[in-house]
């Protein structure tokens, strides 16, 4: 069984910084993809950044700039570092992967809250 474990939100002041952790667990032959999504009050889940294969990233046009996607291949772990936060970057963080066990399946985590307000 594969799971997500989100962690690292909070409350922080605008133009502060956050640093989110995602650890994946479980029987994991392979990692395809793994990133971030974030889904504020009232609006669609949206993406954040990701690995989309190889060192190859995505992010979002309104998050470049100010938030890093990292990994450690080793704990099977993706980093977000989020810098110059702003009160529209409140939202419940969701860590995706797309992971091989006994099968290929995407996963999502629980979510972590992240508020940005002074």
């Known amino acids: 069984q594969v799971q997500l474990k989100e962690s690292g939100g909070g409350l922080v002041q605008p133009g502060g910084s956050l640093r989110l952790s995602c650890a994946a667990s479980?029987?994991?032959?392979?990692?395809?993809?793994m990133g971030w999504y974030r889904q504020a009050l009232g609006k669609q889940r949206e993406l954040v950044a990701t690995?989309?294969?190889?060192?190859?990233?995505n992010y979002a046009d309104s998050v470049k700039g100010r938030f890093t996607i990292s990994r450690d291949n080793a704990k099977n772990t993706v980093y977000l570092q989020m810098n110059s936060l702003k009160p529209e970057d409140t939202a419940v963080y969701y860590c995706?992967?797309?992971?091989?066990?006994?099968?290929?399946?995407?996963?999502w985590g629980q979510g972590t809250q992240v508020t940005v307000s002074s």
């Open positions: 690995f989309t294969g190889g060192s190859s990233t």
């Open positions: 479980g029987s994991i032959f392979m990692i395809y993809t």
């Open positions: 995706n992967a797309d992971i091989r066990s006994n099968f290929r399946a995407n996963y």
